[in-house]
């Protein structure tokens, strides 16, 4: 046992820890240097812990808080300047690490439940695009005047309409009453509801108004299913399990185009006109019963147990997605202090206010607002939703134009996949800086592809820009925006951010599909593209100056990351990038990089060396 120690300040703790003279280069942090448990000695963690369990029905697993604990005070160590432990939870902890796709069976039949429910979004978003080519005609509103074309953009754009103004909003009092897999299942029911009833409408106004009430299923949906992904994933995969979100909305993209051209050639029935594109549009009710009739299989977002007090239920859950007593114990005792630290700061005040007063949260919501808004304005939905007109102006015939775009939807699904590694390797930031000017790039491409003469040559560009484009957004605009924003926001304000965060993307989706049609007849369809490659330009800027990363920490050590102020922030950056411009532009000599900003991880060190460290400080 540890004799009792005096409770350190960070700065104490920090130098305490120093690194022997090998590493003497190599400075060391702890991972979060206002982890509020870095003020408490080893006997009170112990008694916190104890009290803990005790008073919250966990008396049979008081000695897995206990160590949990001690853990929690320097996770980065990994148990091994905790006496407490046995040698099989350190090798528990060190495996955690070394193995972090080896996960529960539960954990991963949680992701699949988040990755149906994307799929159901992406089929809710593209399988009008079919259905554009045949109900304009149908319900007379198929000529080129400003009144069908507003009409159309109107009935394209009636979910996302619904989603900004309503959907989005009314997913934080779903959550507090019904919990994530309630919201999921509500939303995915309304959804599929919403699909069979604009396929059995008879005029366009009708559709819209089925369009309209299907914002309600897919607003509650994607508020609360990246949130109910971050809160259970553990933080080394966070990022990719969350993005699994982006990249199965991808796949239902490329299952609605799929739809789309299998039920083209559907012939009418006796009083059915259309029947062929109400196929198209009622085909997206299937994967949305498949969650309906998934969900309560999966366990309950264990954060979400804890803002109703109910502990017990929060650890059984957190047993279920982590596989280890010690772990679920590590993370639940942590999560409660923090928690507790969170609702001293808020308690009483107004949770909208504090969304944009406090300077933590404001920052979160800017960041979250700049991916959110810029995964619309950088012109993915314009080819994800009109791509079958676009080819067909372009010179494809209309069954071409469908299986074109069924190729976007297909290229659009496999080049998210590698996402999955990146998000976490290269980070947030680097993705949406590396693309960012590559999708603006091969949006001009597409655009000034429209000045070839008609024949097969511009057929040929026209696709090619399309396809680059895909390409590009896959693994950058297309998975960090709902990543990003599920775990910016600190926990007591976490569904009001992200609905923040959703409404942001479907207004801005609701203004992109209304107005395309419009736009592309009074700026060409040259000058269309134009200006979203412009806008492009400006999220490279957007994300360079205001966006923090945010990989491979825990949700509560974010709070740090976003406690930096945003001037703090943009200083540095610039130094950053003078610095890169330096050294691998102009390829000067003797350039010195800025040293990091945060200090949040052991900082210079490979993990066999952070393994390596935290032996040497149990020795």
Not at 314 to 326: H, I, K, P, Q
Not at 432 to 445: C, D, Y
């Amino acid at each position: 046992m540890q004799p009792k120690k005096p409770g350190p300040s960070a700065s104490n703790v920090e130098n305490s820890m120093s690194p022997p003279h090998s590493l003497h280069e190599k400075q060391l942090h702890v991972a979060d240097e206002n982890n509020p448990l870095t003020g408490m000695s080893y006997d009170e963690i112990l008694a916190s812990a104890t009290a803990y369990a005790t008073s919250n029905g966990l008396e049979d697993f008081v000695d897995e808080f206990r160590k949990g604990a001690l853990v929690a005070r320097n996770p980065t160590a990994l148990g091994q300047d905790v006496d407490l432990l046995t040698d099989a939870d350190r090798e528990s902890l060190i495996y955690e690490v070394e193995h972090r796709w080896s996960q529960p069976f539960q954990l991963y039949s949680l992701v699949v439940l988040c990755s149906l429910a994307a799929a159901v979004q992406g089929m809710d978003e593209t399988v009008i695009n079919g259905a554009n080519l045949f109900y304009p005609k149908q319900f007379g509103i198929g000529s080129d005047s400003s009144y069908d074309t507003w009409i159309v953009g109107l009935i394209n754009s009636g979910p996302y309409l619904c989603c900004a103004v309503l959907g989005c909003w009314i997913s934080d009092p779903m959550n507090r009453a019904f919990g994530r897999r309630g919201t999921i299942f509500i939303s995915c029911f309304v959804a599929a509801a919403t699909c069979i009833w604009g396929a059995c409408t008879d005029t366009w106004w009708h559709l819209f108004i089925s369009r309209f009430f299907l914002g309600l299923g897919i607003g509650s949906k994607s508020a609360t299913v990246p949130v109910y992904a971050a809160e259970c994933t553990p933080a080394v995969i966070r990022g990719a399990l969350v993005m699994m979100w982006q990249m199965w909305t991808a796949f239902g993209i490329m299952l609605g185009y799929i739809a789309d051209v299998a039920f083209y050639y559907v012939p009418d029935k006796p009083h059915i006109t259309g029947l062929n594109w109400r196929l198209m549009i009622g085909s997206a009710c299937v994967p949305a019963i498949i969650v309906c009739a998934q969900v309560f299989f999966c366990p309950e977002s264990p954060r979400w147990y804890m803002l109703r007090q109910q502990h017990r239920k929060a650890f059984e859950s957190m047993r279920v997605l982590r596989g280890n007593d010690l772990q679920a114990a590590r993370d639940i005792y942590y999560m409660h202090v923090l928690l507790v630290q969170e609702q001293e700061t808020q308690r009483g005040r107004n949770l909208v206010l504090e969304l944009f007063t406090v300077p933590r949260n404001r920052r979160a919501a800017l960041a979250s607002w700049i991916v959110m808004f810029m995964q619309q304005f950088c012109g993915v939905n314009v080819i994800a939703y009109y791509s079958s007109t676009i080819f067909r102006d372009s010179g494809f015939s209309d069954i071409s134009a469908l299986l074109a775009s069924m190729g976007f939807g297909i290229i659009n699904f496999l080049f998210a996949i590698p996402a999955i590694y990146t998000i976490d390797t290269f980070g947030r930031r680097f993705l949406l800086l590396v693309t960012f000017p590559l999708m603006a790039l091969f949006l001009l491409f597409t655009g000034f592809s429209f000045y070839i003469p008609s024949g097969n040559a511009r057929i040929g560009c026209v696709a090619l820009g399309i396809y680059l484009f895909g390409i590009v957004y896959s693994p950058g605009e297309g998975p960090v925006p709902f990543t990003y924003s599920a775990e910016a926001f600190p926990l007591y304000i976490r569904d009001l951010g992200m609905s923040f965060a959703t409404a942001t993307t479907w207004f801005f989706n609701f203004i992109l599909s209304l107005t395309w049609p419009s736009l592309q007849t009074a700026f060409t369809t040259q000058g269309a593209f134009g200006w979203y490659a412009a806008w492009n330009v400006v999220g490279f800027f957007l994300v360079l100056f205001f966006l923090p990363e945010t990989k491979a920490l825990t949700l509560e050590e974010l709070d740090r990351v976003f406690e930096v102020p945003t001037r703090t922030h943009m200083k540095y950056q610039l130094s950053v990038s003078k610095w890169f411009v330096n050294k691998n532009i102009l390829h000067k000599k003797d350039v010195v990089k800025p040293p990091p900003l945060y200090k949040l991880k052991y900082v210079g060190m490979s993990r066999d060396e952070d393994l390596e460290k935290a032996a040497t400080l149990h020795s």
